[in-house]
C-alpha cells in the first residue's frame, strides 16, 4: 500500500471525534493514530463500547472511511513494566484491549512504550539504568531485562501476532527500549510482532542520527511519526 501521511488525533482531544476525523481531513492528511487508552487517553475511541458491538464498529470505520481516511494505528502508550502492580496491570489489560480492537478494525498496528521496571523486586519507582558501571547497574539491568522486561514482551508480542497485529514501540528516553540498539535485542527476545513507531523527536535527544537508524532498524519500523521534519 502507499505510504500516507496521517495525523494522531490526540492533538485535538478537545474536539469530539467527528470534529477531529473534519479537522484531520481538511489538513489533507489520509490516516490518522487514535488514542486508545493509558497517556494518550481514549476520548476518540470507545474501546469497550466498540469491542462488543459489530455495528458501532461498522460505523465507527465508516465515519473514518467517508472522509478518505484510513486508521493507521492505535495507541495506548502505558507503563506495562511498572513496579505498582496496579498501574502495571491497567496497562496490560488497556494493551489487550487495543490489541483485541486493532484485529476487530482491521488495523495493522497498536503502538506502546515500552514501560520501565523498577532496579530491583523490592524497588517501589521504575529506574532508568543508562551505564554499565558501578555494577550494580549491570545487575539492575540484568533483573530489567530478563526478569521483566523480556518475559513481559515476550507474552505480549504472542498475543499480537495470534491477533494478527504488530506492536509498534516507540523509543523513548526513560523507558527500557529508548533508542535501535535496545529496541532490536528486544525484538531479537520477543518476536517479529514487535518493532517500532519510529518517533525521530526522541532519538535526537539521544544525539541519535535518524536517517542512520532507520537504515539499522529496517523491516522493523511498522508506523512512524513525522515529528521535527519537513515534507519534501
Known sequence: SPMRIGVFTALFQKLPFEAALDKAASAGVTAVEIGSGGYPGSQHCPVDELLESAERRNQYLKAIHSRGLILSALSCHYEPLHP??????????????????A?????????????????????????????????????????????????????????????????????????????????????????????????????FWNGVDPVAAIRKLGQAIFHVHGKDVYVD
Open 84 to 101: 505498582d502492580k496496579a498501574i502495571a496491570r491497567e496497562s496490560d489489560e488497556v494493551f489487550r484491549k487495543s490489541v483485541r480492537l
Open 103 to 203: 484485529q476487530l478494525l482491521a488495523v495493522p498496528a497498536v503502538n506502546v512504550l515500552s514501560g520501565l521496571p523498577a532496579g530491583s523486586p523490592t524497588d517501589t519507582m521504575p529506574n532508568w539504568a543508562t551505564c554499565p558501571w558501578p555494577s550494580h547497574f549491570t545487575e539492575m539491568l540484568d533483573y530489567q531485562w530478563n526478569q521483566v522486561g523480556i518475559p513481559y514482551w515476550r507474552t505480549a508480542s504472542k498475543f499480537a501476532q495470534e491477533h494478527g497485529v504488530k506492536i509498534g514501540v516507540e523509543m523513548h528516553p526513560g523507558m527500557l527500549i529508548y533508542n535501535v540498539e535496545t529496541l532490536l535485542r528486544m525484538r531479537e527476545a520477543a518476536g517479529e510482532a514487535l518493532g517500532c513507531n519510529f518517533d525521530p523527536s526522541h532519538l
